[in-house]
């Protein structure tokens, strides 16, 4: 099965460099309604099965022109929510700089719990369980490569990527994941392969090639197309 993981796009809470974890209400800016609407072109054209998303509210509107563009109603699952924060949950990056933990959830993830919210280990079990329990549910009723969509957040889809290309959690922080860029990740019998990896604009015809026709937008998508493409940048959050 192959799963493409999204990052929801940029957010009101991104340009202003605040922690939003897990506050409601939280939208997209212009800018990141514009990169929703962007990733909807780009993936539309692909043989996608399945949506799954945080129910929070960017990714929801992140998801929601893509799944309008292929008739389908997004799975919300709440393991793939963005981590909770506690106590630092609202407050601005530049002050959260200063607390001592900030350096421990940079050098010592597994280690980092938030104040009144949870560890970054719980994290990446949460969000780990989930996508491989898709995965699984999705591969039991095929028999053949299913191709899917999971939105979350950086910090979580860092943790999954982690998982994939077997790093140790103390090393995330070594991934950029950008505001809907797109990371692919195939889960197979010796393991997950990271086929893409925080992709923002490469041409993704290749997904589509070698594979059967079946009734849906596009053509179907071959997991061995796809090439790795990293990018550098800059974290919207700790």
């Not at 008739?71 to 981590?83: A, K, N």
């Not at 009723?141 to 999954?160: N, P, Y």
Request: hydrophobic share 40%; proline share 6%.
């Amino acid at each position: 099965m192959t799963v493409i993981l999204l990052r929801h796009g940029v957010s009101t809470s991104n340009t202003a460099r605040t922690l939003a974890g897990r506050s409601p209400g939280v939208e997209l800016t212009e800018r990141g309604a514009e990169q929703a609407a962007a990733v909807a072109d780009r993936l539309a054209v692909l043989p996608i099965e399945h949506i799954a998303s945080s129910p929070l509210l960017r990714c929801q509107r992140t998801v929601a022109p893509l799944a309008d563009k292929l008739g389908l109603e997004p799975e919300c699952d709440e393991r793939l929510i963005e981590v909770d924060y506690g106590d630092w949950t609202g407050r601005p990056l530049a002050e959260l700089l200063t607390e001592p933990l900030w350096q421990v959830v940079q050098r010592h993830a597994s280690g980092a719990v938030f104040p009144g919210g949870e560890g970054l280990a719980q994290v990446q079990q949460r969000a780990v369980a989930a996508v491989r329990e898709i995965d699984a549910r999705l591969a039991a009723g095929a028999s053949r490569d299913v191709l899917w969509v999971a939105c979350a957040h950086g910090d979580v889809i860092k943790s999954l990527l982690a998982d994939a290309f077997g790093m140790h959690l103390d090393n995330f922080q070594r991934l950029a994941v950008e505001p809907a860029s797109i990371s692919v990740v195939r889960y197979g019998t010796h393991g997950p392969t990271v086929w893409r990896y925080n992709d923002t604009g490469a041409d993704l015809s290749g997904l589509a090639a070698d594979r059967p026709e079946r009734p849906t937008p596009g053509g179907e998508v071959g997991p061995g197309a796809i090439a790795d493409n990293g990018n550098a940048a800059r974290r919207d959050s700790p």
